[in-house]
């Protein structure tokens, strides 16, 4: 297959040839920082002001900087990333939706609910049930 690819002469270009790379190797390593700080630390508590100070920013300076690399905020980031977690848990019918909510960073039930029906379209209990039928087919 990978033979047959390489061989082709159908093909796009996915960046036009003038394309350059606007990003710095530092700025690599400052993005890579803060996404291992928070896949390590997204089920406690975290400030702003400690995910901005691991790059030496002002809060709204990190801000600016997060979302022009990731295209999204650091909220909906760490959203993102607990709802993905969350959706592992609840696949394991031991953990209460409760549980799997504060084992994921959430403080309160209700928050948990209204970013999880955001980001995944349906709540956990659906997605919970859901996800049983789909594992016995």
Do not use: W
Request: proline share 1%; glycine share 2%; charged share 25%.
């Amino acid at each position: 297959m990978i033979r047959l690819l390489s061989s082709s002469e159908e093909y796009s270009y996915l960046a036009s040839v003038s394309y350059k790379n606007l990003y710095e190797e530092k700025d690599t390593g400052r993005i890579n920082m803060v996404y291992k700080y928070l896949m390590q630390n997204f089920q406690d508590d975290i400030s702003l002001q400690e995910v901005a100070n691991l790059c030496n920013m002002t809060p709204s300076a990190f801000c600016r900087y997060f979302k022009s690399r990731t295209q999204k905020s650091v909220i909906q980031f760490l959203n993102e990333l607990r709802i993905g977690h969350a959706s592992k848990l609840l696949l394991n019918e031991r953990y209460s939706i409760s549980d799997v909510c504060y084992e994921c960073g959430y403080n309160s039930i209700a928050n948990f609910n209204k970013f999880f029906k955001s980001i995944k379209k349906t709540t956990p209990s659906e997605y919970r049930k859901n996800s049983k039928k789909t594992q016995t087919l």
